[in-house]
């Protein structure tokens, strides 16, 4: 049952779908989807035939499921709007970002990626008017020491002269500050090899996995993990001049560069801005295992998993895109958030060009949330792939059919949309099995990282 007390409606509705004939079988539905919050459903057949002989191998139907319809998960990545298909989504992120540092050999990935020169870089927004904080002093600049749950954090301390409309700007362009960034590493690291921008691709490779998380204040900032491989990928040695100090100092140097920077226009009563990374760069070298550092293989992975769900929902925005303006008052958006959000509908009839209004709830920013370079390590698809593969597989044997050679088997299929969702009684039981689904894969999770530190241990 639901942790919490649920209202007499939803509770009614609940008893009802617990009581049906058919609650076994939904509640197997919902499990073999995680517990999806929202799932697709789907009515229609599957038809298995033995393509020799015509013989009829397996038949489906959604006629005799609960409702007559098979619920799918809806694969939505945003925690907010599904912790069950985000949990998955996180998953598959950690394993991507682990696989480009520690390597998988079902990916071809070599378990000698470890021996790369690889760091963990974090490049930040620059500043648009001071706000509250928590400085390591622990008093702010209006005289309070703010608790780390206080509401305040982030927001600004004069809102009257904060540059709202310049940090809608920056988010707006940080997809093509981070395009020139890498392009600027590349030469930065070119020339301390001695080396020109067209000779460092016969040398080395330059690989990155990473994902954007926002501050409280609304500012976009990027955390990558950034790698140096041999001229083919992660399968070939880098060269010997190529060192973690070496990239470090490359990525200084680049982050800092007059050419890494983008340009707004002056328009109306908009000043013509340039925008650049702030001056908090982090840096740090990913070490192959544990040395009392918390800059491990398994803790940045972790890390940048961990975001890869979430949005600009930490700053009080909404996790959908916003019709009307006043949708922020039935939805309760807090002054600062607001602020940025009526900035981006003054902002977007003066850059047409940049549909700043229809990323408003994304507070401007309307890049991808995690990306990698294309050498870096696997790809999601081919995770997600994996995944129904073995699904399959399984289907595959429960049927009787793994003896057979899939050349001999024809699949014929006709699905067809019916809806989405869950009824109040429906999503509190969803969410229910969900709990219980994540606690088994964190247990397993657990599980495998022991594993993992005994090896690095014995390694």
């Not at 998988?104 to 927004?125: E, G, S």
């Not at 900032?221 to 990928?233: K, S």
Request: charged fraction near 25%; glycine fraction near 8%.
């Amino acid at each position: 049952m639901p942790d919490t007390l649920l209202d007499p409606t939803t509770l009614g509705d609940l008893l009802r779908v617990a009581s049906a004939a058919d609650f076994d079988r939904w509640h197997e539905q919902v499990r073999r989807t995680g517990g999806c919050a929202d799932p697709i459903h789907l009515t229609g057949w599957t038809l298995t035939k033995d393509k020799t002989t015509g013989e009829t191998l397996h038949h489906y139907s959604t006629e005799n499921e609960p409702g007559g319809r098979l619920r799918v998960a809806c694969g939505n990545r945003r925690a907010s709007r599904c912790p069950s298909c985000a949990f998955t989504y996180a998953g598959d992120t950690y394993h991507l970002i682990r696989a480009g540092l520690a390597g998988d050999d079902r990916r071809d990935i070599p378990a000698t990626v470890r021996d790369h020169p690889r760091v963990f870089a974090t490049l930040t927004a620059p500043s648009f008017g001071p706000v509250h904080n928590r400085p390591d002093n622990g008093t702010c600049c209006c005289g309070t020491r703010h608790p780390a749950d206080d509401r305040t954090l982030g927001t600004a301390l004069d809102p009257a002269t904060y540059d709202y409309a310049g940090a809608v700007l920056f988010n707006n362009h940080a997809g093509s500050l981070w395009q020139r960034f890498t392009t600027r590493l590349r030469r930065e690291i070119a020339a301390r090899a001695g080396l020109t921008r067209r000779e460092l691709a016969d040398h080395a490779r330059i690989s990155y996995g990473k994902v954007a998380e926002f501050q409280k204040r609304g500012a976009l900032h990027f955390h990558a993990v950034i790698r140096i491989d041999g001229p083919e990928g992660p399968e070939t040695p880098p060269p010997s001049w190529a060192t973690v100090d070496l990239l470090a100092d490359s990525i200084r140097a680049a982050a800092a560069h007059s050419y890494t920077s983008v340009s707004a226009p002056a328009v109306s009563d908009q000043p013509a801005r340039t925008f650049r990374w702030g001056t908090q760069l982090d840096v740090r070298p990913v070490k192959a295992f544990g040395d009392g550092s918390d800059i491990t293989e398994q803790a940045v992975a972790s890390y940048v998993a961990k975001y890869a769900t979430k949005a600009a929902e930490n700053t009080g925005t909404l996790d959908r895109r916003i019709g009307e303006l006043s949708e922020l008052d039935r939805h309760q958006v807090p002054d600062h958030t607001r602020r940025l959000i009526e900035a981006c509908k003054r902002l977007d009839p003066l850059y047409p060009d940049r549909r700043i209004w229809a990323w408003a709830h994304m507070l401007g920013f309307r890049g991808h949330f995690s990306s990698k370079s294309r050498r870096y390590s696997t790809t999601l698809g081919e995770l997600r792939q994996a995944r129904a593969d073995f699904r399959a597989a399984q289907e595959r044997e429960a049927l009787g059919l793994d003896d057979r050679e899939p050349d001999t088997v024809l699949v014929l299929a006709d699905w067809q949309y019916a809806g989405h969702g869950h009824t109040p009684g429906e999503s509190a039981l969803a969410a229910t099995i969900a709990r219980d689904v994540q606690h088994n894969r964190e247990t397993a999770r657990e599980a495998l990282r022991d594993e993992l530190a005994l090896e690095g241990a014995a390694a």
